[in-house]
């Protein structure tokens, strides 16, 4: 993890330190402990200015009192989706207590969230061992993209095409639902008709694109395309604020801080506030939002222009979040789904 982008933002730095005590003692209780002595010992506010200092200037060499947890929960928040929107304050089973500063940038942005939280949703299979595979994201009219490994999970390539995989005799089906939301039994099942191109190899960028029915099981129409940034002077640049929208799953991260994260609800729509991280000009962008394994294929949108900045594609656990940059994604439609 770029600690170093978290406490850039001195806001979220203060916000950290004065209400230090009152995260700890909510981490202690979540933790079962009857009393916050066990964590009082190694982790006072003193050792979190320290922490937080180094943090800051990228010094930081980690140890086990706990804090990087506590500060990957309280800074980099993930919100349950419901109704097509999001609650910074109430969806947390445990209480525990989140960035004010990050809520209120969640709130700000809003209506440019709710209006591409719709055409976000989970790839579901059929005739599978796995009941789902990852996330996807309406990027055209009647198309969807995802990664190249959550499609080939589904559909190989086969000279110029791309037919769904056969297992044990049955063909495979993808589906996606843009809904999947937490306690709402409401679908919104679209069939995905053909695999329109999937990356060749790991040497191109984790992409593939989906052609998706125009209307769901139940007669309701596609939702719209997410508009995709176009460059730098569209967002793509260090330290912009985004929110990753996605499913993720258990997946294998530490079980420990999965659960205080997740608070062990997986499989549905979520959103994960963060910042881009650093820019490869000739791939990748990186981020540091939570995620877990499901997200693969998640949107990375802008919290100021809602536009897609990127796709993620993968999470290095303790490190950092990968994402083809929306400009390759909008070349390989050009060149793939024209």
Known sequence: MDYTQIFA????????????????????????????????????????????????????????????????????????????????????????????????????????????IPSVGRVDLRNHREPWAGTGWMVAEGIAVTNRHVARAFAERKGGRYPFRTISGRNVRADIDWRREYRRPQESRFRVTEVIWIAPDATHEDVALLRVAPTGEDGEPLPAPIPLATGERDGLSVGRWVGVIGYPGRGKADPDDRQRIFDGIYDHKRLAAGRLTAIERDRWVFHDATTLAGNSGSAVVDLTTGRALALHFAGWPGERNGAVRATDVARILREHAS
């Open 9 to 116: 933002d001195p806001e979220l730095k203060d916000e950290f330190l004065d209400r230090f005590e009152e995260i700890r003692d909510a981490a202690a209780g979540a933790a079962g402990l009857e009393s916050v002595g066990a964590l009082d010992a190694v982790l006072d506010v003193d050792h979190a200015a320290d922490a937080v200092k180094q943090m800051s200037e990228g010094t930081w060499q980690g140890d086990d009192s706990g804090v990087e947890a506590i500060i990957l929960q309280f800074g980099r928040p993930v919100h349950l989706i419901r109704g097509g929107t999001f609650d910074t304050s109430a969806d947390a089973p445990d209480g525990y207590p989140e960035s004010e500063v990050i809520a209120a940038r969640l709130r700000a942005a809003r209506p440019r969230l709710e209006r591409v």
